[in-house]
């Protein structure tokens, strides 16, 4: 689906908007432009004897792009991957990011692309484990921005005071706890700092809210929005980012701690040699990751800490 193809779905969210006004509880309204899919992205390695090959690699990917610019950014990793492990890739994409968490937790999936809430969250509840950050122009750190329409009076979060903002999703580090956190930290119920929020299920589909004038604001993930604005200018033209939170940790890719032990080695050894092999490295520029690296314990510490003082409010 290209970006001007997801115009058509921003009728649904104009809808909610819409009934929301009518509703004088300021809770937010989920609005998902996204879709359940599970799709075998991958076949085995060519050549392999299929009545002996190894069950397929699954792998969840949570919504930070919608389904389709979810399937286009990760299939040529996951090909490189499933040919490296000489088995088949099984791609799980699903609405929320605790729908992601779950897959792990219940041993469902083997492999997951999360954002740092979901870590955080995923640490908690099942002891989520950190295989692998992606490096992206010499850092593992990255922003939640604080976007609104080019054409706006917006210029400072204060300026969105009583207006109508979009989060990406519940469990969001950038797409919601990190302006949640520093409302909080300014004495601010962020359910009565705007007079409507509602859930869009991925960045791209909060950047195209805000073009579309469905919603005045919305926190969106600086990956998300440089990777439009370098692969897809058109995406992003409409907005203009008026402020920034962080550094964070970077989405990171993780395991079930029970992973077995050889195929998280070998997951594990696979990524961090990416970027030195030509076919690798090729993909990882479409990506704009410069590598895979193993992660600082206390990268995710921020989000650790935003987390606990919002949970306990």
Same mark, same amino acid.
């Given at each position: 689906?290209?970006?001007?193809?997801?115009?058509c779905l921003g009728a649904l969210l104009g809808a909610?908007?819409?009934?929301?006004?009518?509703?004088?509880?300021?809770?937010?309204?989920?609005?998902?432009?996204?879709?359940?899919?599970?799709?075998?992205?991958?076949?085995?390695?060519?050549?392999?004897?299929?009545?002996?090959?190894?069950?397929?690699?699954?792998?969840?990917?949570?919504?930070?792009?919608?389904?389709?610019?979810?399937?286009?950014?990760?299939?040529?990793?996951?090909?490189?991957?499933?040919?490296?492990?000489?088995?088949?890739?099984?791609?799980?994409?699903?609405?929320?990011?605790?729908?992601?968490?779950?897959?792990?937790?219940?041993?469902?999936?083997?492999?997951?692309?999360?954002?740092?809430?979901?870590?955080?969250?995923?640490?908690?509840?099942?002891?989520?484990?950190?295989?692998?950050?992606?490096?992206?122009?010499?850092?593992?750190?990255?922003?939640?921005?604080?976007?609104?329409?080019?054409?706006?009076?917006?210029?400072? +979060?204060?300026? !969105? /005071?009583?207006?109508? &903002?979009?989060?990406? @999703? #519940?469990?969001?580090?950038?797409?919601?706890?990190?302006?949640?956190?520093?409302?909080?930290?300014?004495?601010?119920?962020?359910?009565?700092?705007?007079?409507?929020?509602v859930f869009t299920y991925s960045h791209d589909n909060s950047i195209l809210a805000v073009a579309d004038g469905?919603?005045?604001?919305?926190?969106?993930?600086?990956?998300?929005?440089?990777?439009?604005?370098?692969?897809?200018?058109?995406?992003?033209?409409?907005?203009?980012?008026?402020?920034?939170?962080?550094?964070?940790?970077?989405?990171?890719?993780?395991?079930?701690?029970?992973?077995?032990?050889?195929?998280?080695?070998?997951?594990?050894?696979?990524?961090?040699?990416?970027?030195?092999?030509?076919?690798?490295?090729?993909? +990882?520029?479409? !990506? /704009?990751?410069?590598? &895979?690296?193993?992660? @600082? #314990?206390?990268?995710?510490?921020?989000?650790?800490?935003?987390?606990?003082?919002?949970?306990?409010?």
């Amino acid at each position: 689906m290209t970006w001007r193809g997801t115009r058509c779905l921003g009728a649904l969210l104009g809808a909610g908007l819409a009934v929301a006004a009518c509703d004088r509880t300021p809770q937010p309204i989920p609005v998902s432009f996204a879709r359940r899919v599970d799709v075998a992205a991958v076949r085995p390695a060519e050549g392999t004897d299929t009545r002996r090959a190894p069950v397929p690699l699954r792998v969840a990917v949570a919504a930070i792009l919608s389904p389709s610019r979810n399937l286009d950014a990760h299939h040529d990793l996951l090909t490189y991957i499933g040919r490296r492990l000489g088995r088949g890739v099984q791609l799980f994409q699903r609405g929320t990011y605790a729908e992601v968490n779950d897959l792990l937790k219940h041993r469902q999936v083997d492999l997951a692309f999360v954002c740092g809430g979901a870590l955080v969250v995923g640490e908690r509840e099942f002891g989520m484990q950190v295989l692998a950050v992606p490096q992206v122009r010499g850092k593992t750190e990255y922003y939640s921005y604080l976007i609104v329409s080019r054409k706006s009076r917006y210029w400072r +979060l204060e300026d !969105l /005071r009583g207006e109508s &903002f979009a989060f990406s @999703d #519940p469990l969001s580090n950038s797409g919601r706890l990190a302006i949640i956190h520093t409302l909080v930290q300014r004495g601010e119920a962020p359910e009565r700092f705007f007079r409507r929020t509602v859930f869009t299920y991925s960045h791209d589909n909060s950047i195209l809210a805000v073009a579309d004038g469905l919603v005045d604001g919305a926190a969106v993930d600086s990956l998300v929005y440089d990777y439009l604005r370098a692969r897809d200018p058109e995406a992003v033209s409409g907005t203009r980012v008026i402020a920034r939170w962080g550094p964070y940790g970077i989405p990171p890719v993780v395991v079930h701690p029970d992973l077995d032990p050889a195929l998280r080695s070998a997951l594990r050894l696979l990524l961090l040699s990416m970027h030195a092999e030509p076919d690798a490295r090729k993909i +990882l520029d479409r !990506l /704009r990751i410069d590598r &895979f690296v193993e992660a @600082d #314990p206390s990268l995710f510490q921020s989000i650790r800490e935003m987390e606990a003082r919002v949970r306990g409010r």
